[in-house]
């Protein structure tokens, strides 16, 4: 680490540049860290890629003197036209993006790819990549296709055994029990953990980036059966619950041991047979010669660099997804017996809905409640019940989906001063769509990018009599047109 402490004035100019670009991605980074909604895992893999690094670092360097800084130089000049990307579309994950680049750039820097205990910057720049809420990305884009290709996995696996089995879309019906392969049965977290693994054993082992890719390949391959597995343990868990001594697999800690316990299976292949020839160091890519410079050259290139940062950060930052102005839908006068009276939204629900645009309205109906969301934007302003609550600080758990009458999602939200309530969601479109499944809205709505879409939550105490949840939801249906779409 002395290197830092004697940097020349050019190259703490470009330090100076790089921590400007590199402060609004990073304290956006350490927010999902804290902030419940994004449930994210990132620190765990911050804690694996400082590990690798450490212990590359404290071995020395075992090749002579390369253009490791000139390298580091243009990493984070991409870094740079990237970050002003993230700041001009105000995409935050974009600056994620820039800060793994510069992650590839100080490991080049400090040569941890040319070290007795070599680790390849590329891949420890692809490991920082996990510490992104990316589950969260992936559930959204690629969820649905992932519970679509889940399902029929595990039905074709359920049906070489048993005879009682019927399969629709993403549900499966075994001896009569209904199993839904529902947005948190997609995989994702297994596929994140399975590609960090394999981006792991990457950095570590250095092979070609062809071999790599394919080791990546077959990795997601293996996740995708691991998690037909799991899902087929628990619908057998759910028909024949005397297999698992009346024990409910769908709650922890079973729940999720079947799901740690089918990961590691699926992952047992690739930990047998991973064995790749670690690929020399070369000049080849990263050792380009580069012409010399002059002292004033140099000098002037970081002035350069530290004004653009400077003006990189200072721009003004405009979305592309910011929602078309939509028609809020008018909500009822009243519902099971009670007059509405609107609620105004909190202030940063307010501060959000005018910079990325769409609609809500909160309207209650004496303890209870609905709350629609409008917008043409769907992956900026619709989310699950549990992302918005947990985020307000509640305690959220899934109750599960039901299809009759409408498609609804269920959620049950306990707040930290005792407050129960039961959520219910469906998701209607422009377009007649209506789905309980917000990766299955995304999916429908990047098909059809004009439509807009309109979240309606109904919101009733937990301790309500049935009779009035049961009252309220219909009155609410029936306010609302709110009916499934003829197939």
């Known amino acids: ?76 000049v991409a870094s740079a036209l990237i970050r002003l990307a993230s700041q001009v579309l105000a995409i935050n994950v974009i600056g994620g993006l820039a800060l793994a680049l510069d992650v590839f750039a100080l490991a080049t820097f400090f040569r941890t790819g040319e070290r007795h205990r070599a680790v390849s910057p590329f891949w420890l720049s692809v490991l920082f990549l996990f510490t992104l809420p990316v589950e969260r990305i992936l559930q959204r884009l690629i969820g649905y296709p992932l519970q679509e290709l889940s399902a029929n996995l ?19 019906a075994l001896a009569g029990r209904d199993v839904l392969v529902d947005l948190p049965c997609s995989g994702t977290s297994g596929l994140m953990l399975a590609m960090a693994f394999v981006v792991l054993l990457n950095a570590l082992y250095r092979p070609a980036l062809m071999s790599a890719v394919l080791w990546l390949g077959l990795a997601f391959l293996l996740a995708v059966l691991g998690n037909a597995l799991r899902i087929m343990l628990l619908a057998v868990g759910l028909a024949f ?17 079947i ?56 721009l003004p930052r ?56 409008h917008t043409s934007s769907p992956l900026r302003h619709l989310h699950a019940p549990d992302d918005c609550l947990r985020g307000l600080g509640f305690e959220v758990t899934f109750l599960g989906t039901r299809f009759d009458p409408v498609p609804t999602a269920y959620y049950r939200a306990t ?3 005792g407050g129960d309530w039961r959520v219910a969601v469906t998701f209607t479109s422009s377009t007649g769509a209506v789905t309980h499944n917000i990766a299955e809205a995304i999916w429908l709505w990047l098909k059809a990018p004009g439509s807009s879409w309109t979240s309606i939550q109904r919101i009733t105490p937990w301790s309500l009599a049935e009779d009035r949840q049961t009252a309220f939801e219909a009155a609410a249906r029936a306010a609302l047109d709110l009916t499934s779409p003829e197939i």
């Open 1 to 76: 680490m002395t290197r830092l402490a004697n940097l020349s004035p050019t190259s703490t100019a470009f330090v100076l540049a790089s921590a400007i670009l590199a402060y609004e991605p990073l304290r956006w980074l350490l927010g999902s860290w804290q902030d419940p909604s994004y449930a994210s895992s990132g620190l765990i893999y911050l804690a694996a890629l400082l590990a690798l690094g450490v212990w590359s670092l404290s071995s020395p360097v075992k090749t002579v003197e390369t253009h490791h800084r000139q390298v580091a130089v243009l990493l984070l």
């Open 154 to 172: 595990s039905c074709a696996g359920l049906d070489l055994f048993f005879t009682d089995l019927s399969c629709s879309g993403i549900r499966i």
């Open 241 to 257: 619950p005397d297999a698992v001594l009346g024990a409910d697999v769908m709650v922890g800690p079973l729940h999720d041991l």
């Open 259 to 314: 799901g740690y316990m089918t990961l590691a299976l699926s992952m047992v292949p690739v930990f047998i047979l991973y064995r790749p020839r670690a690929k020399a160091h070369t000049a080849a890519i990263w050792q380009m010669p580069l012409p010399p410079m002059s002292r004033a050259a140099r000098s002037l290139s970081a002035l350069l660099f530290l004004s653009l940062a400077a003006v990189i950060v200072s």
């Open 318 to 373: 405009q979305a592309l997804d910011v929602s078309a102005a939509t028609k809020p839908q008018p909500l009822p006068v009243s519902l099971g017996g009670e007059i509405g009276m609107d609620e105004a939204l909190l202030p940063v629900e307010q501060r959000y809905f005018e910079l990325y645009g769409g609609h809500a309205q909160k309207r209650r109906y004496g303890p209870m409640a609905l709350t629609l969301v």
């Open 415 to 417: 707040s930290a001063d």
